[in-house]
């Protein structure tokens, strides 16, 4: 409770001074205090048990709440405002097949989990088809968090590195190394025990600062927000249906099936976002909380949406020129350039500053903690070992895991260069691919299957979704192509793609992996 009143303190003051690099070092540091403190009343314990399981006692509306900001974080709170101006409110269509997605994690997946007492969820494969299949899931649900998680603390850290660090002369590397610091020194004890209580206090800040943000932008506009709902101007943004085009990236289908997979790979098959649904106390509890928060974060997707529109509103009423990143626009940098360097005042630097830290860590403290708990379980069999090694081995893996995704995201600071939400997205529908075809084989058919060669089909199949994707003339022609979609006119005789891949790559890349292990299938089957 100290922690929190020094923070308020902070907070109050801070409404009487401009936001500088040492004020935003200051907010930061006060707000990890409130984390530590939680982390030190959680991690008494500091048990194995606690820290994979949280020993099965969280309660249902406490983890969907927090998991709210850990399937939203830095990427939904940066990116996907400023992914308006380029896709308007097409975003709605992923979200729409997440909703469906999240039904069939509560009455698929959770009973199986719950069923089996699983610690990882990849033990599932190792008790369906075997050591090869288990260790090929739990390998690539690896390769997909690492991604995933340096993803978002990415862009958090190009965030902070530019309205912060770059002011204090700090190299961007050791904005990264800080950043993985904190989350490993309020996680190292008490794991997912603590996240489940710190992703709850963050979720409430990042919403927090959203519906601030849109209430002072809306009064710098001399709107209330009936009149922002109603005007011209956010119907420039706003269409969420693209059903004109089947062959373009943006349409209905593809993006709702998109979606919808995504939910499914990315929460229902993903380590980092069911563990903390085997916390709760019951298979009841834990559908529960998936139903409330599917709803929910349907609502705040839309939310966020409008939030990015406005942004746009105002840069252009304002002149404001969306913020360079080595040389190029970056729209992922307009929300932090408008809250931070607009004139809104304290208010909204700070909440904004507040939400983007709760939005950043609320999801890559889980991965952290994940990715430790999948290593452990998965890779190094932790449960075989000595009582004595165990705690060791896991602290041992936390430390290295945080050194990974240190590494992970400096490389990426050299080479993207696209909208961070677009990346991750597509990145998913590689790495989730042959998790979906392996799960689906095991659900719903009874067959058994030469394990040793299923490494080898998650490769052909990812190699082969690339192809699909890539492969030059498989979905081009060389023709005249208008702008305005018609097929002739006078433009230059050039290589037209008459169908982009979205999101619906995942269900292809699935397919080909189901298809694949019927190639391996055995003659013998299992009694369901």
């Known amino acids: 409770m100290q922690y929190i009143v020094t923070l308020l303190f902070v907070l109050w003051h801070l409404k009487f001074i401009l936001m500088t690099a040492t004020h935003i070092l200051l907010l930061i540091g006060c707000y990890f205090l409130v984390l530590l403190s939680i982390s030190y009343f959680t991690g008494k314990n500091d048990s194995n048990a606690d820290f994979f399981k949280a020993g099965k006692k969280s309660p249902w509306y406490l983890v969907a709440f927090g998991m709210i900001g850990a399937s939203l974080s830095g990427v939904t709170f940066i990116s996907v405002p400023g992914w308006v101006e380029s896709s308007q409110f097409s975003y709605m269509q992923i979200v729409f097949g997440y909703l469906v997605g999240y039904f069939v994690i509560a009455y698929v997946l959770l009973p199986i989990y719950y069923k089996l007492n699983v610690t990882s ?212 940098l307009l929300f932090p350039e408008i809250a931070l360097n607009s004139g809104l005042g304290i208010t909204v630097a700070i909440t904004f500053m507040l939400g983007l830290i709760a939005a950043a860590y609320s999801s890559a403290d889980s991965a952290l903690t994940s990715l430790t708990t999948s290593f452990c379980i998965d890779f190094l069999s932790i449960e075989n070992k000595n009582k004595k090694e165990q705690k060791s081995i896991r602290k041992q893996t936390h430390i290295a895991m945080s050194i990974l995704l240190i590494i992970v995201i400096i490389i990426f600071k050299h080479l993207l260069d696209k909208s961070v939400i677009d990346i991750l997205l597509t990145t998913a529908s590689y790495t989730y691919g042959p998790l979906l075809g392996l799960f689906a084989f095991g659900i719903f058919t009874n067959y058994t299957i030469k394990d040793k060669y299923v490494w080898l089909i998650a490769l052909t199949s990812i190699l082969l979704s690339f192809l699909i994707t890539y492969t030059p003339t498989l979905f081009s022609y060389y023709g005249n192509y208008c702008a305005d979609g018609s097929w002739e006119c006078a433009s230059s005789y050039a290589k037209v793609n008459f169908y982009i891949f979205g999101h619906e790559l995942l269900l292809i890349n699935g397919s080909i992996m189901f298809l694949g292990l019927l190639f391996i299938k055995n003659s013998v089957k299992i009694k369901k």
């Open 121 to 332: 969820i990849y033990e599932y494969l190792k008790q369906r088809f075997g050591i090869v299949s288990y260790k090929t899931g739990a390998f690539f649900f690896f390769i997909s968090r690492v991604l995933g998680a340096s993803f978002r603390l990415f862009l958090v850290a190009i965030v902070l590195q530019q309205f912060v660090f770059d002011a204090l002369n700090i190299p961007f590397e050791v904005t990264v190394i800080l950043s993985i610091l904190l989350i490993w020194i309020y996680t190292f004890k008490g794991g997912i025990k603590t996240i489940v209580w710190t992703d709850t206090l963050q979720t409430l800040f990042m919403l927090t600062a959203v519906g601030l943000s849109i209430y002072f932008i809306n009064e710098k506009l001399q709107w209330s927000f009936l009149e922002f709902w109603k005007s011209e101007e956010l119907k420039q943004y706003s269409k969420v249906f693209f059903i004109d085009d089947f062959f373009a990236k943006k349409h209905f289908i593809k993006s709702f099936l998109g979606g919808m997979f995504i939910a499914i790979c990315m929460t229902g098959l993903d380590q980092d976002m069911m563990q903390k649904n085997l916390t709760c106390k019951s298979l009841k509890d834990a559908q529960k909380n998936m139903i409330s928060f599917s709803l929910v974060l349907v609502v705040v997707n839309f939310i966020f949406l409008l939030l990015g529109a406005l942004l746009f509103i105002y840069a252009t009423k304002f002149n404001i020129t969306t913020p360079l990143m080595d040389g190029k626009p970056k729209a992922d």
